[in-house]
């Protein structure tokens, strides 16, 4: 195989954890949502749980894109 080609391949396979980490995201709030709704009295107590877990969610997304830049650009 083609070093170039494997390159491209391996960034390509690296950005599907940006997706993943949006379908991550969407689930995360789509669950604080529901939670919120059944019971909104708890649902400050569950906000910094929220705001961490976003937090470490973004951070594996933009690390993986983060790899798939530096496999396509070095």
Do not use: H
């Amino acid at each position: 195989m083609d070093p170039a080609a494997a390159k491209l391949i391996g960034a390509g396979l690296a950005a599907i954890g940006t997706g993943v980490a949006a379908i991550g995201v969407g689930t995360l709030f789509g669950q604080f949502l529901s939670g919120a709704l059944r019971n909104p009295s708890a649902a400050q107590g569950q906000f910094a749980n929220l705001i961490f877990g976003f937090a470490v969610t973004e951070a594996l997304g933009i690390f993986a894109l983060l790899i798939a830049f530096l496999l396509l650009f070095t």
